[in-house]
């Protein structure tokens, strides 16, 4: 020990100060929500409806980010692409809304505790109950189509296809219409502008989510894995980790995660059929693909983006809505073409 | 000759050939062969599927792309000769021109598409195209001013392909000759020379890169042959073809709409018909079609069948009612890509 600090060089280590404009690269996406807002309260003329649309662009947002959390990580993780993913929003809408249906005393209810504890014994249930199809899902139409993008495109849809003739053979071919619960329907005012009550409450579930999920992945061992998986999973399996097990784990904690979306979106809708998951997985690629494939972060801003521009544009020129995301999509891929903000992959 | 026309491509099996040949027969004497409506309506339905599900063949079987969006092409043929006809009036002259005009923009968003999202990452494709598909769709039936909307459009075609048109006073084989049936040669014709065009291009040496780089995209860009370029034209011929085939629908349906043209539903079969008949094969989709066209039309009867046999078991008559075939397919499909991949040509072949 003694040898190394007397022959030891002179001069200390220097770390080379990144520039500000360096430093705040990564984050540039960050800014682009609120400068999304800003654009939008200069388009919108009246306050109060601007208001009003962003509220329900960030609650479009937030359950778009719990959908799409799932897939983005699991395509991080082993490079699964999963277009069956919209199978388990679908089936998760349907669980929740039959429990919420056979639990229509305390929904009915006007005791903010009992309708509270309904949903939450709705989305536990779409979550158990999407959690163990994601399992299936998994074993046996993931597994065997490991390392073929192409492979696993075909054969997921053919999951997404058997999934949905299933919710046929089990609920019935019809929509289904649902209520919201007693104190979440209605509206507050804030400022001359309606707020929908279940919208702030989207809000502030899909901001908890966030938060947990967040600390889960920066704070806990198991989010150190799965990270660190992400960016190279041979060096983590030689690490000694069951790579594989932090993966199906992953896979069925974000098919649980679009059950419990599924939930919220048929309670934003009020209406569910066995094809909404398919259609919501429109909004969904684009979130993914413009967040960059396997970033949480990315997700979420990519989420509130495409949410607040749907809810935007529809009430500017109601048929460009979708159009408009797609414009976000080219737009964004343009700057970055591997998304806002890309994992980088050690290879 | 035969050689010739099946640019050395042979079945390469005796019960494959002795197939082709017989769909081949039956779709070239449909009208003398059965001559209800509804099997013609059938028989030109399976031609022009043929060729829709060849041309989707071309990119998902030779390059290994697979795109959302080939329904999309087919529509703008399909709506081409809609709009054509309906600004320009009845005559050979709209029809040609709409299906100029609907192919052309077919080729050019295939190229915007293409060079947008290969040029990113190729698994960007998949999401990408359904993600325009579907707007596309959308808009589609909200701009009812110029497509009609979700009614779609009627569409008035030449009286010389119409039912009204009797060419000859006589009756020829035993059938009277209609403008209907000269519509159904049209379609048969056309959907022939597409079809054996597509199988031109997938045995010429573009075919062959096309076929390298679906097996090792970075040892072809290696070799020297420029991925991106060869990925593009592969997506812009293969919807091109879509769009000419929509044309052919649209002159035959006399009607456009989106239910019709531009549908998931649509989509979702032809992924079904290629994988089911065979990936990189092309004559897959001939028998991928046929396959399929029956089935709609037989295996439904058959489970309605099974499902009132079985009415005193719980849930089993759910699962066998008709309506529930497409979850049978599903389950077929995803086995197919598991287990022959080349599907029921590569079986048939056997190397699968």
Redesign the interface.
């Known amino acids: 020990m003694t040898l190394s600090t007397e022959h030891a060089p002179e001069h200390a280590p220097k770390m080379a100060r990144l520039s500000l404009s360096e430093r705040l690269q990564p984050w540039l996406p960050v800014l682009l929500v609120p400068a999304l807002v800003l654009a939008g309260y200069l388009m919108i003329s009246s306050p109060s409806s601007w208001l009003t649309l962003t509220v329900s662009g960030l609650a479009m947002g937030m359950m778009i980010f719990v959908i799409a959390s799932g897939m983005t990580l699991v395509f991080g993780l082993m490079d699964v ?1 999963n ?1 069956g993913h919209g199978a388990f929003v679908s089936f998760g809408a349907f669980v929740g809304v039959s429990v919420l249906l056979v639990l229509s005393g305390m929904t009915g209810a006007p005791s903010l505790l009992l309708n509270l504890l309904a949903v939450g014994a709705a989305m536990l249930a779409a979550m158990a109950v999407t959690g163990v199809l994601g399992l299936g899902f998994e074993r046996i ?1 993931v597994r ?2 490991y390392g073929s ?3 696993q ?3 997921t ?3 997404l ?2 999934a949905e ?2 919710i ?2 089990i609920w019935g ?1 019809e929509e289904i219409f649902i209520g919201r619960p007693e104190m979440l329907k209605g509206s507050v005012t804030v400022f001359g502008a309606t707020l929908e009550k279940y919208r702030l409450v989207a809000v502030g579930l899909g901001l908890v989510l966030f938060v947990i999920m967040r600390a889960v992945l920066r704070n806990t061992k198991l989010g150190l894995i799965v990270r660190a998986g992400v960016e190279n999973p041979e060096m983590v399996q030689a690490m000694g980790y069951h790579i594989r097990r932090v993966f199906v784990l992953v896979f069925v904690a974000g098919s649980a995660l679009a059950g419990l979306g599924g939930v919220m979106w048929a309670l934003y809708q009020e209406m569910i059929t066995a094809h909404m998951g ?2 919501i ?2 909004l969904v ?2 979130v ?2 413009i967040g960059g494939l396997g970033s949480v972060e990315g997700c979420f801003i990519g989420a509130l983006l495409v949410g607040l521009m749907q809810n935007y544009t529809a009430f500017l020129e ?2 460009l809505a ?2 408009s ?2 414009a976000l ?2 737009a964004i ?1 343009m700057w970055r ?2 998304g806002m903000m890309p994992v980088i992959k050690a290879k | 000759m035969i050689r010739l026309f099946l640019s050395g491509d042979h079945p390469q099996s005796r019960v494959l050939a002795a197939l082709l040949l017989v769909i081949l027969v039956t779709l070239a004497f449909a009208p003398f062969l059965f001559p209800g409506t509804r099997s013609l309506e059938t028989a030109a339905r399976i031609c022009i599927f043929i060729v829709l599900v060849a041309s989707y063949d071309l990119l ?1 079987g030779y390059a ?1 792309i ?1 795109s959302f969006a080939h329904t999309m092409f087919f529509g703008m043929g399909a709506y081409g000769v809609a709009i054509a006809t309906q600004r320009m009036g009845t005559g050979y002259d709209a029809l040609i021109t709409g299906t100029v005009a609907g192919t052309a923009l077919a080729a050019v968003f295939a190229l915007g598409i293409a060079l ?2 290969l ?6 494709f ?3 195209t ?3 598909a ?2 596309v769709g ?2 589609v039936s ?2 009812s001013g110029i497509t009609g909307g979700e009614d779609g459009m009627n569409i008035r075609i030449p009286r010389e392909l119409t039912p009204a048109f009797r060419p000859f006073d006589e009756p020829v084989m035993g059938l009277r000759i209609t403008g209907r049936h000269l519509n159904y040669y049209l379609v048969f014709f056309s959907c022939l020379i597409m079809f054996l065009v597509l199988l031109r291009v997938v045995n010429s040496p573009f075919g062959r890169v096309l076929q390298a780089i679906r097996e090792n995209a970075f040892r072809a860009e290696a070799i020297g042959y420029r991925v991106v370029y060869y990925r593009a034209m592969a997506t812009v011929l293969s919807a091109a073809v879509a769009a000419l085939a929509g044309a052919v629908f649209a002159i035959w349906l006399r009607y456009v709409g989106p239910a019709t043209t531009l549908g ?1 539903e649509i989509m ?1 079969d032809i ?1 079904l018909i290629v ?1 089911i008949g065979g990936m990189g094969t092309m004559y897959g989709a001939v028998i991928g079609t046929v396959v399929f066209v029956l089935a709609q039309n037989y295996l439904k009867d058959w489970m309605g069948g099974a499902s009132d046999a079985t009415s005193f078991l719980p ?1 089993v008559p ?2 066998l ?1 008709p ?2 075939w ?2 049978w ?3 077929l ?2 086995l197919s ?2 287990f022959f ?1 080349s599907g029921v040509v590569g079986r048939l072949r056997g190397k699968a």
Do not use: C, T, W
Request: aromatic share 8%.
């Open positions: 692409i277009f139409i065997p189509v993008h192409l492979k495109i075909l054969v849809m053919g999951g296809i058997v003739q299933l046929h053979v071919g398919m259609e997985m429109i690629f684009i993914v693909i109601p048929k979708l159009i995301n797609i999509m080219v891929l073409p591997q | 998902l290994g697979v947008f999202s040029r990113v990452r190729a698994i960007f998949a999401m990408i359904l993600a325009i579907s707007a959308v808009l909200q701009l998931v979702l992924l994988v849930l759910d699962l009612n309506d529930r497409l979850m397919l599903g389950i499909f995803i890509v598991y991949p």
